[in-house]
């Protein structure tokens, strides 16, 4: 279901996952322990997963908030991206959303680890359009 700031309300209190659609206008530098990322301006396809208390309307909703402590890589950009929205996916799983876009050919992946730093099947949970 496709979810913008003004619909969270309307999400699911249930677990799964999500993906995040995000443009950014500016390039944005990403600090990690294992180096630096540079996201130039475009779109991004971010998945991830909600699987604690509040469910699917907690996550999406801390997502789309622009202001928030900086806990996770993807807040680092939803907090300065131009737009974002969410689409939720009840009952769903990160690594089949990413397995899914990246399968279509339509888009590839960023920054090895992003997002995926628990994660042993994905090279990254932060996709981008395939040139093309």
Known sequence: MPVAADSIAT???STGAYAILLRLDEKVVFSRRSGSDSF???WYVYAGRAY???GLRARIARHLK???TLRW????????????QAIAVEGGNE??????LIGSGLFVCTANGF???DCTTCQSHLLRPAAG
């Open 115 to 117: 997002g995926a730093s």
């Open 95 to 100: 690594c089949a959303i990413v397995g899914t």
């Open 73 to 84: 890589h993807i807040d680092h950009l939803t907090s300065v991206a131009a737009t974002a």
């Open 11 to 13: 999400l699911p209190l």
């Open 52 to 54: 604690g208390p509040g």
């Open 66 to 68: 622009r202001s928030k």
């Open 40 to 42: 130039g301006p475009g």
